[in-house]
């Protein structure tokens, strides 16, 4: 259990880049993310089972940088990436068809999620005042934040489905995190998302090409 422990934790240095101590927790965490983040640009269905991985050495590593937000979004993770993994292999094998919701749902889908960024944005913002022992600091661009977050559900989501809108909200989610992060000062995580951005410019032109000409069976 102490070499576990010792594992995951933030001071177990791998090696040292450019000055900076990456620990093993840290590195695993990363590149898994990118293959996650690949693999499911190329639709591929390893995605979710490294994303299962991805979202364990994330939990870990928010929790010992006190991120409590991030750390228990990646709880949601973990679920999705189960959740994503049976939807795209049930009915004996057959892949989910990639599709599209249509002008009217994702209208709607923008809309709740604007709502919910407001609402998540207000919460976080009274945390100090409303558990002013455990949030001593105010938090940093709330509003942004909350989105990220509740945008990141919701593509998370969408992506399990297959449905195409997941990359086109990918891509504006690693935007925003790369003007956050780059603000946070925290660039080997905002070097990260601009990686995240190529790999979701990709999914965007790869899912929509094999939308516009697959012909298997849409399983709903």
Sequence with gaps: MDTVSHFISLDYTLFVCFGYPLS??????TSS???????ASRN????WP????????????FFQIQLY???????????SSIYGWWVWRKKSGYFLKIHSLGWKKNTILFSTILVSTYLLGEFTFYLPSLLPNIFKM??????????????????NFLLARRILESWFLWVLVDVVCI??????????????????????????????????GSELFVID
């Design 50 to 61: 490294i994303g299962i991985f991805n979202s364990i050495c994330f939990f870990f590593l």
């Design 24 to 29: 093993v927790l840290e590195f695993f965490g």
């Design 44 to 47: 591929h269905i390893l995605t």
């Design 179 to 212: 003007g956050l992060y780059s603000l946070k000062e925290i660039p080997f995580v905002t070097a990260e998302y601009g990686v995240f951005l190529l790999i979701a410019f990709y999914g965007c032109y790869h899912w929509y090409k094999e939308y516009k």
């Design 138 to 155: 105010p938090p940093s661009y709330p509003y942004w934040d909350a989105f990220t977050t509740t945008a990141s559900i919701v593509a």
């Design 33 to 39: 993310g990118l293959v996650c983040v690949y693999l």
């Design 69 to 79: 937000s991030d750390m228990l979004l990646q709880i949601y993770f973990f679920g």
